[in-house]
């Protein structure tokens, strides 16, 4: 038997076992906080961070990612607040950096909950939209799905970019699992990664 | 000397004595620094010549050569001391060698062209202490450097080595250790300032087995090198240091992580390791004691990212090294989830110390809250660079006044960053801060590592919070977003500014992406990757909105807002520009004044750097003159005049 942990989620007294991250905690008590890069079936990665929350310990506050934080004892933990939507808002506008203002899934939701202008700072950045946030879901979802991976990330920073490794093309099993978490419309067939990822050569190379 | 398998404390006390004994005092000892700095400088072809000589003079057995680590002062390079009588040679050429041997060896006189001269008072100083940028330092952790060969461990043994293992591993229990450490108050050297001991018991206390305990010699900012400097003159001194960690955290494997572009420290611990192990130092029931320790050493690619400690441990796992989320510390979860204790070089190395000399006397040195010396590594315009270590609790002014040697060529000091490319930009009114941990933070920089870079006023604020943006956009991994696309962004409005192209909105703009990134990043390089953005905009604010409103760049560096103009009263046409400019915009003739055509013009300098008579200046942000009148005569000065 797991030992029980009590904390506080916006003003609401939530009971859940050792172990559990906020987030799941939250879920739970019916209290809803968004995510991009989080899928309940795999390891939290903290990459998207728009499930930040406000978390007050031992008198000190400071804001954490939900998907990782495991609920500890008397935290208090605020889900809504004027910071915290306004960062939630500049992370989305962020993102729509790489992303694109056409972007479609729960992004495009998030988007107008949160009342982020997308071409904030889309406007200043001149880049081809990739329509991706690189929130690395499709990647982890099939390794778990093959025990291997025929797309992964390469490059570093800004270069980031989740690619195609030719030579595991043979891997996809068309299960559509990368279409199912893809947050964003990226991947937007019903049969394996179509359109197709970039050549990891390619994108190493720095060709298009 | 054969090796010797050292089996009890009285075995290694027996052989210190031994070695202590074969080393006469009065012997003439020649110390050459060769590391890295040095090195560049020509050191081993100083050490040629210095061997070349004895053999040539004969005396090859009555000297003995020594070849040490770094003492810090690396613009002075390559530095040869001679001991007993300690006598400091800097700049050293091969050249000057047979003088040092047969004035100073033979004839035990001092080559005075070759000792340092203090540049403010012109006098020469023959012993380190009696120069100034030395003066003002308490070395600690660098004193061993001048005096070791940190390949021989025998050298190392001399001066005291591996007498606190010893201690600990047969006098002291593990918590007893941990307790001292706690009670010195050894912060992280890394940067964070955590208290050592705490990590140290909470990993000893965490579930699971094995643990690990790791050296991180990950150093990446630019113009740093205390780590390296520690690595490769004393690596024997961060080697005891784990060893006593591991120990009392009850670790029976470590790992150094060591950046491969340190070659020298990649090689010196490599020899240091192994000739501890020959020794019976390291590895199974060292000193008989019953306590077994490897280390495994683990060279890093060059990812600046690879310092954060769970992208450092996730990197010696063999994947890439991208950090994770900690809100459950390293100490907890670090390698393949195993409870592992990670500290920097500097953390490790002083650890030997407080054994040996006791929490009290550690807590004697520094502040209250931050004890002990810290090494920083002074670079930029200071007219002494290099590194130094000194108590906690210094102020800045006295770093770069009284150690540094003030700002060059008389010009007037702008702001110091401290802590590496993500620390703050500390302005002239905070330079009677005391350096600790607590007390940088709350001017927005940090300790960091000890990186410390000094700016006069020829620095534009804009431009060099441009620099560490575009620094760490190169370095980010891109795996969350705030930090990726914060920096993607910030990047692009600094450069922007920088042309003349930026908006009024963009102040308010960068705050707000700055705060995003503070508070939502993954890790410590994203979320410390807006300080010197923010301290800029904070401390310097008028800069940017002179390059925002005025287009004008008051420090002449953003070459968008800055053009080149020849005084046609001061220019004599004597061609020097005119003929050296790459792109032929300098336009005149031998007895006419020359004017640049500003639409050719590609800014790069050229004739402001060769002009001898003064007469190319810089303007920004004001009209520029028309071309002088044709036909114009240069006002030759009378010869003698002024």
Redesign the interface.
Known sequence: MKKVVTLKIDDKEVKTEEGMTILEAAKQAGVEIPTLCYHEGLE?Y?????C?VEIEKRGRSR???AC???AEEDIKVTTRSPRID??RK??IE??T??AGEDVAGQLRALASEYDADLS??RS??PMEPIKC??CGLCVRRCIEANWDSAIG?A??????RVVLFPEKAGICSTCNYCYVVCPTGRISSAFGPDPPFPHVDDILAGRK | MGVKCISSPEDLEKLRQEIRAEREPSKPTISVCVSTGCVALGAWRVMDALKAELEKQGIMDNVEIRETGCLGFCEQGPRVTIYPEEICYFKVKPEDVPEIVSKTILEKQAVERLLYTDPTSGKKAQKLEDIPFYKHQLRLLLENNARIDPKNIEDYIAVGGYSALAKILFEMTPEQVIEEVKRANLRGRGGGGFPAGFKWETTRNAPGEPKYVIVNCDEGDPGAFMDRSLMEGNPHSVLEGLMIGAYAIGASEGFVYVREEYPIAVENVFTAIRQAEDYGLLGENIMGSGFSFKIKVHKGAGAFVSGESSALMTAIEGKVGEPRPKYVHTAVKGIRDKPSCLNNVKTWANVPLIILRGAEWFRSIGTKGSSGTMIFSIVGKVNNTGLLEVPMGITLRDLIYNIGGGIRAGKRFKAVQTGGPSGGLIPEECLDLPVDFDELTKVGSMMGSGGMVVMDEDTCMVDTARYFVDFLLEESCGKCIPCREGLRVLSKILNDICEGKGKDEDMQTTEDIAETMRDASLCALGQTAANPVLTSLKYFREEWEQHIREKRCQAKVCKALTNYYIDPEKCQACLLCLRECPVGAIQGSKDQVHWIDQETCEKCGTCYELCNFDAVKKLSGEPIPPPPPKGMKPLRKRKGGN
């Open positions: 939290p903290g990459a998207c961070r728009i930040s804001i954490v990612a990782c934080y495991p306004k960062l500049t992370i962020l993102a950096v790489m904030r700072f200043r950045v946030i690189l990330f490059g570093r920073g800004v270069d980031r």
